[in-house]
């Protein structure tokens, strides 16, 4: 049942052909008035095929509608708080892209859907956690920058020969390096659970996971999985969208304190006021826009095949 904070949302969303993204971190009231609910991978994709609407309103964080916006440079893409922002987008800038292209002439350079558009017009292609393996692996060449976040350079290492030089030092996401030994405890306490974890996740967690997935692979895991218990192990509302669309099954956070702090700035009210005042609206240069367009377009290309 929506509260009327919601029904007006929907109301205007309505009156202004207005489209709500949402990625599978917000909190679960949001997740009640998405249009489309997903992954990085998933929500580029979609940003990638509006047609109708001339708004969105983009519930993430900047580099996410920033893509959204990159994709599409004629419509109106909202975020409806102008600090929501990824920490570990922030900590590859394109200056150093732009170094290390130099270091290493002839590598290819595949940077994390996790960057700012000025770092993602210096790269030859993107990945996303949900497809970082399928992306290295479509390149012919056998030398391959990638940053910035340094467990799922480590996970994308252990499914290729190519040599992969991650930059910068120590990128990484902090709700994720959150994760230590709780997982072995949990595995001990339910035996019959399998533990879901992200490959933000330090390699160790990895390790003693089940499977290491994307945001959107759990959802779609878990959906499909005959078992009835799941230990979760990246940010807390990930457990709110799988408990909704899974009732009958157990799903145990790892950590209940993994929440990422800024994913977490979106609120209902924020989005009526993004609305009702068409802002905050995500501005790309043109120029970096459509560089970073090439590599956002052969992700996508890639990742249909
Ligand atoms: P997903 O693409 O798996 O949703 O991950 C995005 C993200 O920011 C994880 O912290
Ligand atoms: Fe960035 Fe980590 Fe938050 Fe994902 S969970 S948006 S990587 S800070």
């Known amino acids: 049942m929506l509260n009327d904070l919601q029904k007006?949302?929907?109301?205007?969303?309505?009156?202004?052909?207005a489209i709500i993204l949402a990625h599978n971190y917000q909190t679960g009231d949001i997740q009640e008035i998405a249009d489309y609910m997903g992954d990085s991978l998933e929500l580029c994709i979609k940003a990638s095929e509006i047609e109708e609407s001339d708004i969105v309103v983009?519930?993430?964080?900047?580099?996410?509608?920033?893509?959204?916006?990159?994709?599409n440079p004629d419509k109106k893409i909202l975020i409806p708080d102008t600090k929501a922002e990824?920490?570990?987008?922030?900590?590859?800038?394109?200056?150093?892209?732009?170094?290390?292209?130099?270091?290493?002439?002839?590598?290819?350079v595949v940077?994390?859907?996790?960057?700012?558009?000025?770092?993602?017009a210096e790269a030859d292609i993107l990945c996303t956690s949900s497809n970082a393996v399928k992306i290295v692996e479509s390149l012919k060449e056998d030398t391959i920058l990638f940053g910035p976040d340094m467990n799922l350079a480590a996970y994308v290492s252990g499914f290729t020969d190519k040599e992969i030089i991650h930059i910068p030092e120590g990128g990484h996401c902090y709700v994720h390096k959150m994760f230590t030994g709780e997982i072995f405890f949990l595995r001990e306490k339910y035996p019959d659970a399998e533990i879901l974890v992200h490959p933000e996740c330090n390699p160790e967690i990895q390790e003693m996971a089940d499977y290491v997935l994307s945001t959107g692979g759990m959802v779609s895991h878990v959906?499909?999985?005959?078992?009835?218990?799941?230990?979760?192990?990246?940010e807390v509302d990930m457990v709110t969208r799988l408990r909704r669309e899974n009732p009958d099954k157990t799903i145990i956070p790892a950590l209940s304190e993994a929440i990422c702090e800024?994913?977490?700035?979106?609120?209902?009210?924020k989005i009526k006021n993004s609305l009702i005042n068409e802002e905050f609206i995500v501005k790309v240069d043109e120029e970096i826009a459509d560089k970073a367009r090439s590599a956002v377009e052969r992700m996508i290309e890639?990742?249909?095949?």
Request: glycine fraction near 4%.
């Open 8 to 17: 007006e949302i929907l109301q205007l969303k309505e009156e202004k052909n």
């Open 58 to 71: 983009f519930c993430g964080v900047d580099f996410m509608a920033e893509t959204a916006a990159i994709l």
């Open 86 to 108: 990824c920490p570990m987008a922030a900590m590859l800038p394109a200056d150093e892209v732009k170094k290390a292209k130099m270091r290493h002439p002839g590598a290819a």
């Open 111 to 120: 940077l994390y859907v996790n960057t700012l558009a000025e770092a993602k």
């Open 223 to 234: 959906k499909e999985s005959p078992k009835d218990t799941f230990i979760i192990g990246t």
């Open 262 to 269: 800024t994913m977490k700035l979106n609120t209902l009210e």
């Open 302 to 305: 890639v990742s249909k095949r």
